[in-house]
């Protein structure tokens, strides 16, 4: 038995669902944000040190793992081959590319618009705001804005010829993309990349990514 510790509103979500196109047996055992600092509660902290989501644990195989790319990467090499294209073609470094483009080059400037708006908004003496306001405005203008633009130029282009990111067949590369892409289609970021868009709701309308939505719990981005 697999068990998945799942936060909700989080990356975590994406497990559920590769979990259900896997059709594994597993649990979902389920831990709050702070209500006030939107991060995970102390009750995450005891399966993992770093108190983060997803954490997975296979009583099976007796592995625990923490990341989302790691851990897809596991589940598909242990019970879903046919979510991996054969290694050594080029749809598999394709996979390979784009487990890793998700978290290393498309959610870094994401995260850190988030934050800057946040910081934007924060309490804070009344002569320093325009100062923050300032400084954050400056940083999504000329760092974190024309990344995220070019990423996404950069898919909408990708998905112009490919059905999904490895081509012709749904791959674990779609799991680990999904999050990222139905986070920005929920912003209001991609309403201008019509292959993004056809895209985020190709995946939201397949069986097993529903029925993922139907276990998962609060989840603002679907």
Not at 67 to 90: C, D, F, K, N, R
Not at 100 to 129: C, Q, T
Not at 153 to 179: P, R, Y
Request: glycine fraction near 6%.
């Amino acid at each position: 038995m697999i068990t998945l510790h799942h936060l909700n509103n989080s990356r975590s979500q994406r497990i559920i669902w590769l979990l259900e196109e896997l059709k594994l047996e597993y649990v979902i055992e389920f831990h709050k944000r702070d209500a006030k600092t939107y991060l995970a509660g102390d009750s995450l902290k005891g399966i993992h040190a770093l108190g983060k989501s997803p954490v997975i644990s296979d009583d099976k195989t007796g592995m625990t793992l923490a990341e989302s790319g790691a851990i897809i990467e596991y589940l598909v090499q242990t019970y879903g081959a046919h979510l991996m294209p054969e290694q050594g073609s080029a749809a598999y470094w394709q996979y390979l590319y784009w487990l890793h483009f998700s978290e290393g080059s498309l959610m870094p400037p994401m995260v850190m618009n988030l934050v800057l708006s946040k910081v934007k908004d924060s309490p804070m003496p009344f002569f320093v705001k325009p100062i923050a306001k300032k400084i954050a405005d400056q940083i999504v203008k000329q760092f974190s804005g024309p990344n995220i633009k070019r990423s996404l130029e950069f898919i909408e282009e990708h998905l112009s010829k490919n059905t999904w990111f490895c081509g012709d067949q749904l791959t674990g590369a779609d799991v680990q993309m999904s999050f990222p892409l139905e986070a920005s289609a929920a912003r209001g970021m991609v309403d201008q990349y019509p292959n993004i868009l056809a895209y985020v709701k190709r995946f939201q309308a397949l069986p097993a990514y529903q029925a993922a939505l139907a276990k998962g719990g609060d989840y603002d981005y679907a």
